[in-house]
């Protein structure tokens, strides 16, 4: 496994375990993309309950578009979960650790609105993503459940390597589950949810299941825990 620099986001945790009562309903967004509009048409297809519904964003919610602050400041006012993408990762690296080979990455790959920014736009985002977690671990519905941008098929769920940059290489870049179809079951994780790796519709690959639909198809994917965990239950009694 590809070890990557990570000095912008040593502090980030690594994993945030959390239990959420099964009575609530729980969705997952990814690869948003800056696009507040197609965010809020996902909220509005699910009919989302801001005050008793519970949302999770699997990181690349900046970048190629132009909503970036405008997305983020939405997340904050439904209180979503947020985990770190690649791309914040890009952006966090570039400012705060002057890391040029991530700023020339970053602005090739849609980071380019950043000059565009003022100086309390970009402090304001950069603060926020310092706060957001590389993955989390949900005890929901009986399962345990992994969420975070992309995962490596090494990953030990149950105990998370603290060594950042094999975490973030992990967890923030790698594709080779999706380039490999490696079809082997985590074993320790019921099942885990990733974007990063564009489809035109979601898949299952063993026990990950793929969202980020939204570059190919031209719309996000927001997807129900509940009723997944019945599809993935269905899945696997066959």
Same mark, same amino acid.
């Given at each position: 496994?590809?070890?990557?620099?990570?000095?912008?986001?040593?502090?980030?945790p690594?994993?945030?375990k959390?239990?959420?009562?099964e009575n609530?309903r729980?969705?997952?967004?990814?690869?948003?993309?800056?696009n507040l509009? &197609?965010f809020e048409?996902? /909220?509005?297809?699910?009919?989302?309950d801001?005050?008793?519904?519970? /949302?999770?964003?699997?990181?690349?919610a900046?970048?190629?578009?132009?909503?970036?602050?405008? /997305?983020? $400041?939405?997340?904050?006012?439904?209180?979503v979960y947020?985990?770190?993408g690649?791309?914040e +990762?890009?952006?966090?690296?570039s400012?705060?650790?002057?890391?040029?080979?991530? *700023?020339?990455?970053?602005v090739?790959?849609?980071?380019?609105w +950043?000059?565009?920014a003022t100086?309390?736009? /970009?402090k304001?985002i950069t603060?926020?993503l310092?706060?957001?977690p590389?993955?989390?671990?949900?005890d929901?519905? =009986?399962?345990?459940i992994? @969420?975070?941008?992309?995962?490596s098929?090494d990953?030990?769920?149950q105990?998370?390597s603290?060594?950042?940059? *094999?975490?973030?290489a $992990?967890l923030?870049?790698?594709r080779?589950?999706?380039?490999q179809?490696?079809?082997?079951?985590?074993?320790?994780?019921?099942?885990?949810?990733?974007?990063h790796?564009?489809?035109?519709?979601?898949y299952w @690959? =063993?026990?990950?299941?793929?969202?980020d639909?939204h570059?190919?198809?031209g719309?996000?994917?927001i997807?129900?825990?509940?009723p997944?965990? &019945?599809?993935?239950?269905?899945l696997?009694?066959?």
């Amino acid at each position: 496994m590809k070890h990557v620099n990570c000095q912008a986001i040593a502090n980030n945790p690594t994993q945030i375990k959390l239990k959420i009562n099964e009575n609530r309903r729980v969705f997952i967004i990814s690869d948003l993309d800056a696009n507040l509009a &197609k965010f809020e048409q996902a /909220l509005v297809a699910v009919d989302f309950d801001e005050s008793n519904d519970v /949302l999770f964003s699997l990181g690349d919610a900046i970048d190629r578009g132009n909503d970036n602050f405008a /997305l983020l $400041s939405r997340f904050k006012e439904l209180g979503v979960y947020m985990t770190l993408g690649n791309h914040e +990762h890009m952006m966090l690296e570039s400012l705060l650790a002057d890391d040029h080979s991530y *700023y020339s990455l970053w602005v090739e790959n849609g980071g380019r609105w +950043h000059t565009q920014a003022t100086d309390d736009v /970009l402090k304001a985002i950069t603060e926020q993503l310092l706060q957001c977690p590389l993955s989390y671990l949900l005890d929901y519905a =009986g399962m345990r459940i992994g @969420l975070s941008h992309t995962v490596s098929a090494d990953w030990n769920w149950q105990a998370p390597s603290e060594h950042k940059p *094999y975490a973030a290489a $992990s967890l923030l870049w790698d594709r080779t589950i999706v380039k490999q179809t490696i079809t082997k079951i985590n074993a320790t994780i019921d099942f885990s949810v990733h974007g990063h790796n564009t489809t035109a519709e979601p898949y299952w @690959l =063993g026990n990950t299941y793929h969202i980020d639909t939204h570059y190919l198809s031209g719309k996000p994917t927001i997807v129900e825990l509940k009723p997944l965990i &019945k599809a993935f239950m269905q899945l696997n009694s066959v």
